[in-house]
T-cell receptor, first 113, second 114 residues
Framework: QKEVEQNSGPLSVPEGAIASLNCTYS??????FFWYRQYSGKSPELIMS????GDKEDGRFTAQLNKASQYVSLLIRDSQPSDSATYLC?????????????FGAGTRLAVHP | KAGVTQTPRYLIKTRGQQVTLSCSPI?????VSWYQQTPGQGLQFLFE???????NKGNFPGRFSGRQFSNSRSEMNVSTLELGDSALYLC?????????????FGPGTRLLVL
C-alpha cells in the first residue's frame, strides 16, 4: 500500500465547474497536510495547508480533512483553464523525531473551455 | 522576499561523472529538503538538512549525498552518474519547525545523464 494515494487522472472538468481532488494516506500519526499545484515543466507551488479536521477555504480553493478516515481533499470552485495542472497531495510523517513530507503521485486536472 | 533559488537550472552529464547541485533557501529558513522527481516515481524524498545536520534521509543509494553550510545554503552531490539519475531535482526550504512546517520549492535543476 502506498503511503499517500491519489487518482492519477486525468480529471477532466468543464470551465466553471467544481473540481474535486482526493487523497488518502496510511500513517494515522500524520499531523499536517498540503496541496501543491505543479504546472508542466515547473516546480510545485503551495496552494493550501490544513492541520485540523474540517474545511479550510482560501478563495476558490477548499481543503477538507478527515483524520478518522485518513482522507484529505481539495475542491476548486469555478474551475478555469489556468487551473489545468497536476495537483500533489503531501502528508507529514514523523521519521527519526522529525517530520518529512511524503507526496502522492499527483492528479492531473484538465479544465476545458 | 526572494524565493528559493537553485543552480544550475539545467545540466547534461555522461554516465560515470559526478554532479553538484546548489540550493539557497528563503532568507531565515534553516531547513532544506531535497527531492528527486521522475515521471515514473513521482516526488521522492532524498534528505533534509537543518543547521548543517542531516535530519532525515530517504531510500537512495550512497551515491547521493548532501551538505548544508552555516548560511543554510545546501548542496547535493551525485557520484558515478547512471542513466536513471536523469530527473528534476527540487530543493525546498521551510521556516517553522514541528508539524506545521511548510515547505516552499525552488525552480529545480533538470539533470540529463547521457
Amino acid at each position: 500500500q502506498k503511503e499517500v494515494e491519489q487518482n492519477s487522472g486525468p480529471l477532466s472538468v468543464p470551465e466553471g465547474a467544481i473540481a474535486s481532488l482526493n487523497c488518502t494516506y496510511s500513517d494515522r500519526g500524520s499531523q499536517s497536510f498540503f496541496w501543491y499545484r505543479q504546472y508542466s515543466g515547473k516546480s510545485p507551488e503551495l496552494i493550501m495547508s490544513i492541520y485540523s479536521n474540517g474545511d479550510k477555504e482560501d478563495g476558490r480553493f477548499t481543503a477538507q480533512l478527515n483524520k478518522a478516515s485518513q482522507y484529505v481533499s481539495l475542491l476548486i470552485r469555478d474551475s478555469q483553464p489556468s487551473d489545468s495542472a497536476t495537483y500533489l497531495c503531501a502528508v507529514s510523517q514523523l521519521s527519526g523525531g522529525y517530520n518529512k513530507l511524503i507526496f502522492g503521485a499527483g492528479t492531473r486536472l484538465a479544465v476545458h473551455p | 522576499k526572494a524565493g528559493v533559488t537553485q543552480t544550475p537550472r539545467y545540466l547534461i552529464k555522461t554516465r560515470g561523472q559526478q554532479v553538484t547541485l546548489s540550493c539557497s533557501p528563503i532568507s531565515g529558513h534553516r531547513s532544506v529538503s531535497w527531492y528527486q522527481q521522475t515521471p515514473g516515481q513521482g516526488l521522492q524524498f532524498l534528505f533534509e538538512y537543518f543547521s548543517e545536520t542531516q535530519r532525515n534521509k530517504g531510500n537512495f543509494p550512497g551515491r547521493f549525498s548532501g551538505r548544508q553550510f552555516s548560511n543554510s545554503r545546501s548542496e547535493m552531490n551525485v557520484s558515478t552518474l547512471e542513466l536513471g539519475d536523469s530527473a528534476l531535482y527540487l530543493c525546498a526550504s521551510s521556516l517553522v519547525e514541528g508539524p506545521q512546517e511548510t515547505q516552499y520549492f525552488g525552480p529545480g535543476t533538470r539533470l540529463l545523464v547521457l
